[in-house]
């Protein structure tokens, strides 16, 4: 089976720096993607990561340990229009489907 | 235009109608999927289509059904809807396995 588990709620300041954590246990991991959601919004997609390290991606960053079953989304110089749920997502069933975690929940303040 | 498209965007209905959300799209992708959105709970995955006759059930299947019309077309019925279907529906689209999904609008269905 697979459990996916990120913190729910996370508050930062413009301009700042906030990073998401994520783990997750899969059976067979296929990589893991990181979608954004703004408020009834269609989730977009941001990153996916099958191999461990960080890759780079203007101001967002994506970082994934396969040994520790850890991901971690890391956003820079902070925007108000940043402040939305993001969601880690890891492919199952043979890596034909994703199975999402609950998101978390970001809100940037002045 | 959306590349994945959903109708309807908000829909009321009353317990034990049937309702179909439909969803089609411009993408060319062979798969296709039904997702619903409750909070606290996440995306879940309620059934998916690799083809026009390939259909999957998904982790929440029990009280709806899906036809696969076309390559471009998805419909998800609930045959008997009720209140606790009350949730925000999602379609999706891929082009192949391990690839990125893309989203239509959403479809808010609330069943009073």
């Known amino acids: 089976g697979q459990n996916i588990d990120q913190p729910t709620e996370m508050t930062a300041t413009e301009g700042a720096i906030v990073q998401i954590n994520c783990t997750y246990q899969t059976s067979g991991f296929n990589g893991l993607f990181w979608y954004q959601q703004h408020a009834g919004e269609a989730p977009t997609f941001l990153s996916y990561n099958v191999l461990d390290g960080l890759e780079e991606k203007g101001r967002f960053s994506s970082f994934l340990s396969r040994s520790k079953g850890y991901s971690y989304l890391l956003l820079k110089e902070l925007q108000m229009k940043d402040s939305a749920s993001y969601l880690c997502a890891v492919p199952t069933g043979g890596g034909n489907k994703l199975t999402f975690g609950t998101g978390t929940q970001l809100k940037v303040e002045l | 235009d959306a590349d994945v498209t959903q109708t309807p965007r908000n829909r009321i209905t009353k317990t034990g109608k049937r309702i179909m959300l439909e969803c089609s799209q411009t993408?060319?992708?062979?798969?296709m999927y039904w997702y619903r959105q409750d909070p606290g709970l996440g995306l879940r995955l309620i059934y998916y289509?690799?083809?026009?006759?390939?259909?999957n059930k998904g982790e929440i299947s029990d009280g709806y059904s899906v036809s696969r019309q076309a390559q471009a077309k998805f419909s998800l019925s609930l045959e008997s809807a009720i209140p606790n279907q009350t949730a925000l529906y999602f379609c999706a689209t891929s082009d192949g396995q391990l690839t990125e999904a893309f989203f239509g609008q959403g479809t808010r269905l609330t069943v009073v």
């Open positions: 993408k060319g992708h062979d798969r």
């Open positions: 289509s690799f083809d026009v006759k390939d259909i």
